[in-house]
């Protein structure tokens, strides 16, 4: 049985909580979704739900209050974090990030800039080319993983491989450039990355379950992680995923959130509780385009720093979004303007949250969407 929190003191909602329910567990039906789903509208819930295990070896409910690991959705703490210090005046858009940071004599470009790492326009190598179908996972099969904790330890795995194409020539998404990113903010504040974070994010943002959660601490309300594993004689097997990236969250992913938390990151950011009006302008607005409308999603798919946007043909933004995936994780966060609606799915395991997210997008996106 699910756990629900479903606040619907407006009677219009129920129809529309009953149509999210819909989408949400024909996915828990069919045994793809273990996580939480988080739907506000307007500073409303308007569903809360959470379905499947967080520990499956003693068979531990999910609960509302779950952390989970939300892989790249991490990218959004980091670009609010790097425009703060922008608005500091500590760093610029066109601050190179070489000399700043003293990776001379590295393969990294001295002509990359924060707005490079930002919008994934650096060219720069990253340490698993997922876009070239390489394995993050395979990183680890002779380096244990366990190696990597602080920022600067990722450095080995990419700084010195040679660049995909020059900064500003074209657009491929990029983990490590996110790395970039947190050793300027550490630099330009004189504190650790996941401080900075605490401190100037999820605290702001009333993020209260919100951290940085290592996989090989005892934490409470604190998700395992499983990625299916089909067995030679057609059995299901469920593993771990604690070999198969950092144990704690960086830059680039693995903040450790409860998915109504995610709800109030964008209601802050949107109130400027976060950043000033110079900065609101900078992250909620797309900077470069990365892709035209297909036949399977009408929609010019744009970078911003972090989000990604959907525009309509007219040119409004139908969705600001951000999504991470690693073995046995899948997260998205959703925001609907033209609705005031964000979305939260969270899963700790292997999860099409895609497909749920467009489902849902056709409910809550649009003024004239079913209720």
């Known amino acids: 049985m699910p756990t629900s929190s479903n606040d619907l003191s407006g009677p219009d909602l129920a129809p529309l909580a009953a149509h999210i329910g819909g989408v949400v567990t024909r996915a828990v ?16 819930e308007v569903y809360h739900e959470a379905f499947g295990l967080a520990h499956r070896g003693f068979a531990v409910p999910n609960r509302l209050t779950t952390r989970f690991d939300i892989a790249s959705v991490t990218k959004l703490f980091t670009a609010v974090a790097t425009v703060q210090c ?11 990030l070489i000399p700043l940071l003293g990776l001379d004599g590295t393969a990294i470009p001295e002509t990359v ?9 650096s060219g720069i190598a990253d340490d698993a080319d997922e876009e070239a179908g390489e394995d993050y996972a395979d990183l680890f099969i002779n380096s244990p993983n366990y190696r990597i904790r602080e920022t600067s330890d990722f450095l080995p795995n990419f700084a010195f491989k040679e660049p995909n194409f020059p900064p500003g020539a074209g657009v491929r998404y990029n983990n490590c450039a996110y790395v970039l990113l947190g050793l300027a903010i550490e630099r330009s504040t004189g504190m650790a990355y996941r401080d900075v974070v605490r401190e100037r994010v999820f605290a702001p943002a009333g993020m209260s379950g919100s951290d940085y959660l290592a996989m090989d601490v005892a934490a409470p309300d604190f998700a ?38 995610l709800a109030c990151f964008i209601d802050a950011l949107r109130a400027g509780l976060l950043v000033g009006e110079t900065g609101r302008g900078l992250l909620l607005r797309p900077h470069v385009l990365a892709g035209e409308p297909t036949e399977r999603d009408p929609f010019r798919r744009m970078y911003g720093f972090g989000f990604e946007f959907l525009l309509d ?22 925001h609907y303007p033209l609705t005031n609606t964000t979305v939260a799915i969270l899963a700790n395991q292997d999860c099409n949250v895609w497909a749920m997210q467009r489902d849902l997008r056709a409910i809550l996106a649009f003024r004239d969407a079913p209720a």
């Open 29 to 44: 039906d069919e045994n793809a979704f273990s996580g939480v789903c988080c739907v506000v509208r307007d500073g409303q």
């Open 86 to 96: 922008i608005e500091r005046g500590d760093l610029a858009l066109d601050t190179p």
């Open 113 to 121: 800039t924060v707005f490079h790492a930002l919008t994934h326009t």
């Open 224 to 261: 395992e992680h499983y990625t299916r594993i089909d067995t030679p004689d057609g059995q299901e097997r469920w593993q771990k995923n604690i070999y198969s990236y950092p144990p704690i969250g960086s830059p680039d992913g693995g903040a450790t959130v409860p998915a109504r938390d």
């Open 313 to 334: 043909e007219p040119g409004a933004i139908v969705t600001m979004q951000k999504d991470g995936i690693n073995a046995g994780v899948a997260a998205i966060l959703a």
